[in-house]
């Protein structure tokens, strides 16, 4: 279950991920998840996104990787687009998976407000990760919530900022 591979600014889609986000039944590709007002009033709003971000060829190249369940390291220079990227992803994955299935992680409590997220050790629920890894995994498998978690995760988001 560690074996989810996290790095900096990491999009970890798991189980299924593109499946869902592909088929023709998906609700990614349907969207329906809002209706009425709300659903029209949604899809305003992301038209104004959508005709602001025009997103470049990298950025979609990381999309396409997410939508085939790949794990994706983003790096790049200071206003390179990493943030509204990310955040697009994890409304993506939301969508998705469900919002209790996406976790947002950070390292830091300050980085993980940022993004409105905690932090990863408190995701993983390793306290503070000072031990090798079978002992961290023991402490996980002890750690009713933290073990639920695990197995709930369908995508982790760490953002290294
Ligand atoms: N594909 C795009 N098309 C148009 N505008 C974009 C695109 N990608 C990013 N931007 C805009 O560029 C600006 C910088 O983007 P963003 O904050 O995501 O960069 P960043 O790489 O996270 O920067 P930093 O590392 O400094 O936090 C934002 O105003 C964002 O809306």
Redesign the pocket.
Known sequence: MLGMKFFGYVLSAHRNFSTKITGKNSKWAQGKYKSGYKAREGEAKNAKTRE?????DQ?KQVMSAISEGKSVFIT?S????????VKHIIKQLKKCHGPSKVFVTAPTVVAACAISGQTLHSFAGIGCAMADRDTLLHRISKNDKAYRRWRKAKALVLDE?
Not at 52 to 56: G, H, K, L, P
Not at 78 to 85: E, F, H, I, P, R
């Open positions: 602001r971000v025009q997103w470049t950025q790049g200071a206003g390179t687009g990493k943030t509204v990227l900022k």
